[in-house]
């Protein structure tokens, strides 16, 4: 079992920069992914970004050059740093890992864009 905290979030203006992050805890010497992604009310999670255990990263086109996703092995934690927020970047942002033992999700944090 892997248990996952996200923390971050918040209301930002637009233009405004954020970072999230996601603290696993449990047994994550065998997590192979993490990934971020949001939701939109009435609608499925996207992925954001996500960040192999050796560093390979992936982004949607909505992120690229905007956000950056990195982690830190050795505190068991991924940051999603996202610059450049836009008002229809608003949603619950939710952290996600895939290990051996299955995929776990954090509560999610809420970001809001707004003036």
């Known amino acids: 079992q892997v248990q996952l905290v996200e923390s971050g979030g918040g209301l930002v203006q637009p233009g405004g920069s954020l970072r999230l992050s996601c603290v696993a805890s449990g047994i994550v010497s065998n997590i192979y992914a993490t990934g971020w992604y949001r939701q939109f009310p009435g609608k499925q999670r996207e992925l954001v970004a996500s960040?192999?255990?050796?560093?390979?990263?992936r982004y949607a086109d909505s992120a690229k050059g905007r956000f950056i996703i990195s982690g830190d092995n050795a505190k068991n934690t991924v940051y999603l740093l996202m610059h450049r927020l836009q008002f229809e970047d608003t949603a619950t942002y939710y952290c996600n890992v895939d290990s051996a033992y299955g995929s776990f999700w954090g509560q999610g944090t809420q970001v809001t864009i707004s003036s």
């Open positions: 960040i192999t255990r050796d560093g390979s990263t």
